[in-house]
């Protein structure tokens, strides 16, 4: 009996030491990941920064707290901040933040995340207590540079880096959301004005053109015709001139064989027409009793010629 206990109780011990000797060695070997880091204190006091990868502890002597080095942020929930000339607005927005140094974001404060909201709400009320509201309303990527360097500023002693921060929502009073839309209504229909201004301008615009187009082409196809038509009519008298000359020429021609018998004839049937005329007055030229001497002379030379031939 007493050797059954006693092969009970030095199992029982082997077990504890064991499970002891299994505790020891989870606690000294600690798999750290690439994106944490491991702040150990050695009785208290700063022993290093280590990790990543396989990390051993003394146990009972050296203590260790993670740090998550990748980058986050903080979901600053709505905070009401009055601006410049005294208007309530809620803003929320996001804060993004890395750790840089984790032995500072151990050793110099207590809870890094937690300091970093509370030094975020009271720079976001300092800053756009310095903003009038048309100014928060219309240059959040400012305001947002603005809280960024502030906070950077103080959070730099932390260990920590503040890289963006993103005013999410801005709400004005009601009475400002009011008169934003009462504007926002006249400035479309300013903008629905102008562009129908504009439109009719250029509907008259392109009618005005399409009119002196018409019109210069218009007045380009008259002087074309007019054109045509000097030319046409230069051509016409050109041809009745050159066939005026041609008849002349033909005229002179047949002028030229005509002796002062033929013409002598010619004046004679002139003159029996003008007699069977029924006038009682005839005036004869001159030049008449030239022409009849210039008959009677030729008639008796033609007699002398016959009376010799006979």
């Not at 309530?88 to 404060?109: E, H, M, N, S, T």
């Not at 970093?116 to 310095?130: C, F, P, Q």
């Not at 002693?157 to 400002?176: A, L, N």
Request: neutral net charge.
């Amino acid at each position: 009996m007493e050797d059954l206990l006693a092969g009970q109780g030095t199992l029982i011990l082997v077990v504890f030491i064991v499970l002891f000797l299994f505790y020891i060695i989870s606690r000294m070997i600690r798999i750290v990941p690439e994106t944490e880091r491991l702040v150990v204190l050695a009785f208290g006091r700063y022993a290093g920064t280590r990790g990543p990868g396989i990390v051993l502890i003394v146990p009972f002597i050296e203590q260790a707290r993670r740090v998550d080095v990748r980058e986050r942020f903080l979901d600053i929930p709505s905070q009401t901040a009055i601006t410049q000339d005294n208007a309530p607005i809620a803003i929320d927005f996001l804060v993004y933040y890395r750790v840089i140094d984790p032995k500072r974001a151990v050793l110099q404060v207590e809870n890094v995340v937690a300091a970093a909201v509370n030094i975020a709400t009271t720079t976001l009320r300092a800053v756009i207590g310095d903003i009038s509201l048309d100014d928060v309303l219309a240059k959040r990527e400012q305001i947002n540079d603005t809280l960024r360097t502030k906070l950077d500023e103080v959070t730099e002693r932390w260990g920590m880096k503040i890289t963006t921060v993103e005013i999410r929502e801005i709400q004005p009073p009601r009475e400002v959301q009011d008169a934003m839309n009462r504007q926002m209504s006249a400035e479309r229909e300013r903008r629905a004005t102008v562009t129908r201004a504009s439109g009719e301008r250029e509907a008259a615009i392109a009618v005005a053109e399409g009119e002196k187009q018409s019109s210069v082409l218009r007045a380009e196809g008259q002087k074309q015709a007019a054109i045509l038509q000097a030319e046409g009519e230069r051509a016409s008298q050109q041809l009745r001139a050159e066939g005026f000359a041609v008849a002349l020429q033909a005229i002179f021609g047949a002028a030229k064989d005509v002796d002062s018998k033929t013409m002598a004839l010619q004046y004679m049937d002139m003159l029996r027409s003008v007699g069977q005329s029924p006038s009682t007055k005839f005036i004869l030229p001159m030049e008449l009793t030239s022409m009849v001497q210039q008959i009677a002379s030729s008639m008796g030379g033609n007699n002398k010629s016959d009376s010799a031939g006979d």
